[in-house]
Nanobody, 119 residues
Framework: QVLLVESGGGLVQPGGSLRLSCAAS????????MSWYRQAPGKERELVAY???????IRYVDSVKDRFRISRDNATNMSLQMNDLKPDDTAVYYC?????????????WGQGTQVTVSS
């Protein structure tokens, strides 16, 4: 049973920074793509970034690519450093994972952590 647990959300002023973490357990042997998604009130859940264990490929959506950074300590721990946060970044952030070399659409989801950017 794969379990993903996010932490690190909170309230921050515009221009501030937060670091989210995702701790995974229950991965079986193989490659996993780990990802971050977010869902703002009244909007659909959207991809923020993903990290592939094969080849180390990382991709960011355009709205965050100069401000956010993914890092993976190992196959099961991932973080998202978010800098220069904007009110539009306010959302519940979810960690996702899929047992795949290339498919980043999650099979497993964490419970989410709230990020609020407001003055």
């Amino acid at each position: 049973q794969v379990l993903l647990v996010e932490s690190g959300g909170g309230l921050v002023q515009p221009g501030g920074s937060l670091r989210l973490s995702c701790a995974a357990s229950g991965f079986i042997d193989g490659h996993y793509v780990m990802s971050w998604y977010r869902q703002a009130p009244g909007k659909e859940r959207e991809l923020v970034a993903y990290s592939m264990s094969v080849g180390g490929k990382i991709r960011y959506v355009d709205s965050v690519k100069d401000r956010f950074r993914i890092s993976r300590d190992n196959a099961t721990n991932m973080s998202l450093q978010m800098n220069d946060l904007k009110p539009d970044d306010t959302a519940v952030y979810y960690c996702g994972a899929r047992n795949s070399s290339y498919n980043y659409i999650p099979e497993h989801w964490g419970q989410g952590t709230q990020v609020t950017v407001s003055s």
